[in-house]
């Protein structure tokens, strides 16, 4: 099995698949069941109020997954509140029963304040933030915050 940089490197390559928009973050996700199987996403993949984390659960539900147990890697730490649909990222993964996050790069307070990392943290999920890929995520994401 692959190891948490190896997957997370992979979530950052379909990061670079979005299309940048001034309303968006280019984030990339890839959920890893148990099993070893994997399904990816990213921003705006399939839709355009899509989040790249939903995007991957939508594969692996479609798949008839389940995701408990799991583990999200995401480019950019999940969001905690969304403006364009009622359930955040870190509800979904919560709601999921995700056991496992690791992401790279907390959100910046462009568009909202994020408390994914806190919220997931105190629901029992094991996050881990691996930030020596956090450089190549913010650059990615130039195109918002400057």
């Given amino acids: 099995m692959k190891t948490d940089l190896e ?12 299309v940048p928009t ?4 280019c984030v990339g996700a890839v959920v890893v069941l148990p099993s070893g199987r994997s399904y ?3 921003t705006h993949e399939t ?15 479609a798949a008839g997954e389940d995701l408990r ?15 364009s649909k009622p359930e955040s ?3 979904l993964i919560l709601r999921y029963g995700f056991s496992k996050v690791v992401f790279a790069l907390k959100e910046p307070p462009c568009f ?12 029992g999920v094991d996050v881990v933030v691996l930030p020596g890929e956090a450089a190549e995520v913010r650059e990615i994401n130039r195109h918002i915050c400057g």
Wanted: net charge neutral; charged share 30%; glycine share 6%.
């Fill in 22 to 25: 001034c309303s968006a973050y």
């Fill in 40 to 42: 990816t996403g990213y």
């Fill in 112 to 123: 909202v304040e994020c408390h994914g990392e806190e919220l997931l943290r105190k629901a």
């Fill in 69 to 83: 147990g799991a583990t999200m890697y995401s480019s950019m730490e999940p969001c905690s509140l969304r403006k």
């Fill in 7 to 18: 997957y997370l490197k992979e979530a950052i390559r379909q990061s670079r698949r979005c």
């Fill in 89 to 91: 990222c870190t509800e």
């Fill in 47 to 61: 839709g355009s109020a899509n989040h790249a984390e939903e995007e991957a659960i939508a594969k692996a539900l």
